[in-house]
């Protein structure tokens, strides 16, 4: 959205047709830009949540005196 904003003041002296042909391209790509930074996002937090996970494991077991590294 925003860089079809920043295309749109720049090329807005041009044709119509390829007016139209980069603010769609824009739009893709501002769509593709949210939908990887979205999966990125939602990769580390399932990253951050399964270590923790394995790390509380690994404290219980060094609670009850199993060693899993030793």
């Given at each position: 959205m925003?860089?079809?904003?920043?295309?749109?003041?720049?090329?807005?002296n041009?044709?119509?047709?390829?007016?139209?042909?980069?603010?769609?391209c824009?739009?893709?790509?501002d769509?593709?830009?949210?939908?990887?930074?979205?999966?990125?996002?939602?990769?580390?937090?399932?990253?951050?949540v399964?270590?923790?996970?394995?790390?509380f494991?690994?404290?219980?077991f060094r609670?009850?005196?199993?060693?899993?590294?030793?």
């Amino acid at each position: 959205m925003f860089l079809s904003f920043i295309w749109f003041c720049i090329f807005k002296n041009s044709s119509y047709f390829s007016f139209i042909c980069l603010v769609g391209c824009f739009q893709f790509f501002d769509c593709f830009v949210v939908v990887f930074i979205g999966f990125l996002f939602l990769f580390c937090a399932f990253i951050l949540v399964s270590f923790s996970f394995f790390y509380f494991i690994l404290i219980g077991f060094r609670l009850f005196g199993v060693g899993l590294l030793s």
